[in-house]
């Protein structure tokens, strides 16, 4: 593939967005609000732009058209998280002055976003979701709360925010936790004050049993008009914490009955655009319950990529009317590693007594792709070791308070 004219991608993401786009050749710039991110080391990474908090969207939509690009340019826009999603939906009319982006329609990006509008598309659908009720923050929440009779359930905020990951719960890991499991009725009593003061409308749902392993992923991206280009599947392996926790370890796969049921739900919504079907496996019948449908990209793009279908570069190819010889087949069994990640999951399932060391060293054989660190890209993790080193010298170069005055 020619690269020397390649457009540049602004990406509002990590390096698992990075890599697929920098091994096609596009020139990746970098927004974000912390320059010393490992991934702004990757030798796909021409340019680094410190950003905005990111749920300042307003000053975010300033930064990017503030941003000096050569004349001529309009560079490709990828985003990889809510904020960035909402972000660019909320603003596209403006921001498509100065970028090249894909986005579903604004309407359903607002259903997909927000889990109380979500539960009334899917009803509104017939999509296959677990019982769920939205608890609204209003004088009557109490009383719902104390209707609420299914147990065990979840618990997650309709609109995530920097809120919900402050609340200290007992035992919990707040910047990994996407919600919170409740198993009896006095746990939840117990834990309802600490809740009722979050600043979103909750989301309480039916737990289907079962571990992290039981989640599986449908992945796709359409064209305007329907045309499906390419899709994969996708298995997870382990989360930290273990239960509604965030992906270490994940697996792409060729699973044909999480294909129909995916292709089936993009029909109903009518859907185009990039997006990812999470379900879950029902314990008795492996039933598929729809969990959440996100419609931005995410991590599994890279070890996809790995595996013969790169979403973003085949997005990118679109987005200039480009012609690459890029495959749309997987080929499955290609995984995902998340290193610091995935030590953390195993010490707490070998805790629990899930998992011994020779087993985990065991999973860890499958051809995988690694965050951060790639044969071909190494300073990613040269630069995640060093900063919490270079933190330690510091404080023990910090002069002793009591210690001797300096010469």
Known sequence: MGTSTLQPALVLGDINLIRPLGKVGVPVTLATPDPETSAARSRYCRRVL???????????????????????????????????????????????????????PADLVEDLLDKARFLALALRLGLPIPRTQIIRANARAERLVAGWDTFPCVIKPAVHTTRWTSIALPGSVMWAQKAIRVERREDLLRLWPMLEGHDSDLIFQECIDGGEERIVSFHAYV??????????????????????????????TDDPRVRDAGFEIMERLHFHGVLKIDFKEGPHDGRLYLLEINPRFNLWHYPAAAAGVNLPALVYQDLYSLEWPLSTRVRPGMRWLWLDGDFRAFREARRAGEIGVGAWLCSLCARSVYEPFAWDDPMPLAAALWKPMRRKIARWARPQRGGPAPD
Request: include cysteine.
């Open 223 to 252: 064209r305007p008009g329907g045309e499906c280009v390419a899709w994969f599947t996708g298995r997870k392996i382990r989360t930290f914490p273990r239960s509604m926790g965030t992906s270490t370890y994940v697996e792409v």
């Open 50 to 104: 410190p950003f905005p908090n990111p749920e300042d969207l307003e000053g975010t939509v300033d930064a990017l058209m503030a941003v000096p690009w050569p004349e001529g340019a309009k560079p490709a826009l990828f985003y990889q998280r809510d904020y960035g999603l909402r972000m660019l939906s909320r603003n596209r009319e403006r921001l498509g002055r100065r970028y090249r982006f894909l986005l579903p």
